[in-house]
């Protein structure tokens, strides 16, 4: 369907305080509004509620995702291949192979344009990732695990 379907988001993310789940939505808009084509994939896990955008059905092709914490609400906006990211302004958190991420507070402390400029890298990152084109799919959201 794609970013008009929130049914099961909005039923994972009840379990959250208001604020996280305002700054939850904005994030996904901001995401999808961005990346209309990409099919989200929503992970609904005892740790986390975690979600992303794919160009695929698959984790390995996903460009971009959310993550927030069930313990903390700690909310973090991050990248699948953030270890390949150019990132001049190093803001980006993460000393592993791969993922990288920001923690965001807040709308308003959130860097949008550099955001943006990340995802395009990200993108076309996740496009050369996919080999068949056959797996390609657009716009679609697809609960992966309950």
């Avoid at 496009?127 to 799919?137: N, Q, W």
Wanted: glycine letters at 6%; aromatic letters at 14%.
């Amino acid at each position: 369907m794609s970013k008009e379907e929130t049914k099961d988001l909005v039923r994972f993310l009840k379990v959250f305080p208001e604020d996280t789940v305002n700054t939850v939505l904005w994030l996904r808009d901001f995401v999808w509004d961005l990346y209309p084509n990409s099919n989200e994939l929503i992970y609904d896990n005892y740790n986390a509620l975690a979600f992303g955008w794919s160009l695929t059905d698959r984790q390995t092709h996903l460009f971009c995702n959310i993550a927030v914490g069930r313990t903390n609400n700690s909310i973090q906006f991050g990248f699948y291949y953030g270890a390949e990211l150019a990132d001049p302004k190093k803001i980006l958190i993460g000393n592993g192979n791969q993922y990288r991420y920001l923690v965001v507070k807040n709308q308003a402390e959130f860097p949008r344009t550099y955001m943006k400029k990340l995802l395009k890298e990200a993108y076309s990152l996740s496009r050369g990732k996919v080999k068949d084109a056959a797996l390609l799919s657009k716009g679609l959201t697809i609960v992966k695990s309950v």
